[in-house]
């Protein structure tokens, strides 16, 4: 089946613009995650979605960065006055559920965003 | 903050020749993941391990893991090309939310042909 899914793949903005980032999920999963990979690093955690809520919003750096997900598949990450800091690639990834624990997370090819 | 840390950065090899990556970290954990990464976008899971298991196979890859020396090690065999890429190791934290995956670094695999 289709994997998971990211719109735009590649975002260019100016300093001070407002952004948004989609992210489709594999049909069924009800986990939702967002992380950030800075050049040369590996991702960084920013936010986690079980069905519709924001279960954990603790990596997200400033309120500047919002992410919602209002029927529990489709999310958007979207980020205010944007700063040449935000620039990263985003990914997200989805699972079929953390009851276990072990639930393997599936990424998506990421949005590459360059703030000008 | 980064959980783990593979060694080494960069590793360069012919087809062919065995790939060792290492990870380690720093708290306890409920299971360690890879990760490859081509290209520097999205991330293709490879293998878990959990805590309570010390070695695991799939495929040509081979990982352990030494839960005392908070250490995991990726083996992949016969190289090719294609394995080029960045491979991370992501960790989930024992008495934390263990769906909040902590990645290291990486290690930038080169196969020459």
């Known amino acids: 089946g289709a994997g998971v899914s990211q719109t735009p793949s590649n975002k260019v903005t100016e300093k001070g613009k407002y952004v948004e980032l989609r992210c489709d999920p594999i049909s069924g999963h009800t986990a939702l995650y967002w992380y950030r990979q800075s050049l040369g690093q590996g991702p960084e955690f920013l936010i986690y979605?079980?069905?519709?809520?924001?279960?954990?919003d603790s990596g997200l750096p400033n309120d500047r960065f919002f992410a919602v997900r209002p029927e529990g598949s489709v999310s958007t990450l979207k980020i205010q006055r944007t700063e040449r800091g935000d620039s990263a690639v985003y990914l997200c990834?989805?699972?079929?559920?953390?009851?276990?624990?072990?639930?393997?997370?599936?990424f998506g090819p990421g949005t590459r965003l360059l703030v000008l | 903050s980064q959980q783990g840390e593979e060694d080494p950065q960069a590793l360069s090899i012919q087809e062919g020749e065995n790939a060792t990556m290492n990870c380690s970290y720093k708290?306890?954990?409920?299971?360690l993941q890879w990760y490859r990464q081509n290209s520097g976008r999205g991330l293709v899971h490879l293998i878990l391990?959990?805590?309570?298991?010390r070695e695991k196979h799939s495929g040509r890859l081979r990982v352990t893991l030494d839960t005392s020396k908070k250490s995991s090690s990726l083996l992949i065999t016969a190289s090719r090309a294609a394995d080029t890429a960045s491979y991370f190791c992501?960790?989930?934290?024992?008495?934390?939310?263990?769906?909040?995956?902590?990645f290291g670094k990486g290690t930038l695999l080169t196969v020459n042909p």
């Open positions: 992501a960790t989930d934290i024992r008495g934390g939310s263990n769906y909040k995956l902590t």
């Open positions: 979605f079980q069905g519709t809520g924001a279960a954990d």
């Open positions: 990834a989805s699972s079929l559920n953390i009851a276990s624990g072990r639930e393997t997370q599936y």
């Open positions: 708290t306890s954990i409920n299971n």
């Open positions: 391990i959990r805590s309570n298991e």
